[in-house]
């Protein structure tokens, strides 16, 4: 991987250290440009026009999304965020009282609060499937938990407050075997590791394209697999998704766009589709070899200095590492390397509810390198972070 030619392609890399990229990704030039051409050329020649000028490269961006999981491009759907994705498919599905969820204990407050949602409308119960002694869910708990009843197997992959990796190939194997619908929540994988649906075993997974994939902010997708599309009915329907046939009548498209609506940012889509090719470009392994390098590094450092306490689970992990200090609130933290030009984040309870009360974590100080981040930078970072702590 040539670190400098990749970095020379990064704008912000000049201005920051840039380490917030499970919160979102530093734009390569090439999402950029495609990005502010497409606006370009709306101003210049009308939007409708823009569109009819560029249809064969914004079909192309769903190639590309759909090529970064191993899916169909019929499998995808382009929508605002990984939320509208989750909840695209979760709110297509239907439960009955008693009907029973399961989830992960570091699921994302999202999809939480719609699955209590779910619960106060319908009188189905949310399980949290049993966690290993690494902190990862366990398989076989969940294959015990299983009965008819059971209506959807919902869980985070790799969560917003840690370096956990859940075994989410794992959890499909089950979930197969046993025919029940899997919704994946893959928010913080694209971009940072290989990701394969047929691998996975998931009927819906939903991302979101700032992050890792390196898109722009306001874009997400949600992957449903062909066999759902057979019978599945978005909670949602608009004349993209349906055509009006008669006065009873309305007849639903047979891809993924299904759950779209007909208005969309399509410069968006094609900054999504510009980020896909360019993480599949540099390739997927290399860049979670070098990403997990980076995080190792991080925790073995983080692990010496007096008073850190290194948060990551699991006994696969990935580069979102977090750690709390003894003294220093994780905000104090924060606002340090901000004034040193280091981007970093905070990862707060209320956003992993579950996992924050059973381990009592507090605020967590989240530090999340790519790639393109130099082993300087995250010297740079350790070090105004020894500076911050021994004052
Ligand atoms: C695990 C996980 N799921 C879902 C989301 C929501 O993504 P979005 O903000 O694109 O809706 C996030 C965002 O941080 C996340 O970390």
Redesign the pocket.
């Known amino acids: 991987m040539d670190i400098e030619r990749l970095r020379a392609d990064t704008p912000g890399v000049s201005h920051r250290v840039h380490l917030n990229n ?1 919160g979102s990704g530093l734009m390569p030039r090439t999402v950029l440009d495609a990005v502010k051409d497409h606006l370009d050329l709306e101003a210049r020649i009308g939007g409708y026009e823009a569109k009819a000028q560029e249809n064969d490269r914004i079909e192309a961006a769903y190639s590309s999304v759909a090529r970064l999981i191993g899916a169909e491009k019929s499998e995808i759907a382009f929508v605002e ?4 994705a ?1 909840q695209q498919a979760f709110f297509s599905q239907s439960f009955k009282e008693g009907d029973r969820i399961l989830v992960a204990e570091v699921e ?1 407050a ?2 939480y609060v719609a699955c209590l949602q779910m619960q106060k409308r319908t009188g189905c119960v949310i399980e949290v499937i049993p966690n290993d002694e690494s902190g990862a869910i366990d398989c076989e708990a969940l294959e015990q938990m299983l009965n008819e009843r059971v209506k959807l197997i919902a869980i ?1 992959w ?3 407050n840690g370096g956990l990796v859940n075994p989410a190939t794992g959890v499909g194997r089950i979930a197969r075997a046993h025919g029940i619908p899997y919704l994946l ?1 893959a ?2 994988a694209p971009g940072q590791m290989p990701v394969n649906v047929e691998e996975l075993g998931c009927d819906f997974l939903s991302a ?1 394209g ?1 992050k890792f994939m390196r898109g722009p902010r306001g874009t ?1 997708f949600l992957y449903v697999r062909s066999k759902m599309l057979e019978h599945l009915e978005p909670y949602m329907l608009d004349l993209h998704g349906a055509v009006w046939t008669g006065p009873k009548t309305y007849e639903m498209r047979s891809d993924a766009r299904r759950f779209e609506t007909w208005e969309s940012a399509l410069a968006l889509h094609l900054g999504l589709g510009a980020a896909a090719d360019y993480a599949l470009q540099i390739g997927l392994e290399a860049i979670q070899k070098r990403v997990l390098m980076l995080a190792d590094r991080l925790r073995v450092d983080l692990n010496e200095i007096p008073g850190v306490s290194v948060q990551d689970i699991g006994a696969q992990q990935c580069a979102i590492v977090t750690f709390s200090h003894e003294n220093i609130e994780a905000d104090i933290i924060k606002a340090a390397m901000s004034a040193e030009n280091i981007n970093i984040s905070v990862s707060k309870p209320p956003s992993t509810l579950l996992d924050s009360q059973a381990r009592s974590l507090p605020d967590l100080v989240r530090v999340s390198p790519h790639y393109y981040n130099s082993e300087d930078e995250v010297e740079t970072f350790l070090s105004a972070l020894r500076r911050v702590i021994s004052r």
């Not at 965020?81 to 509208?84: C, L, S």
């Open positions: 499970a965020n990984a939320t509208v989750w994302y999202a999809n985070t790799i969560p917003t929540d928010c913080q979101t700032r997400g």
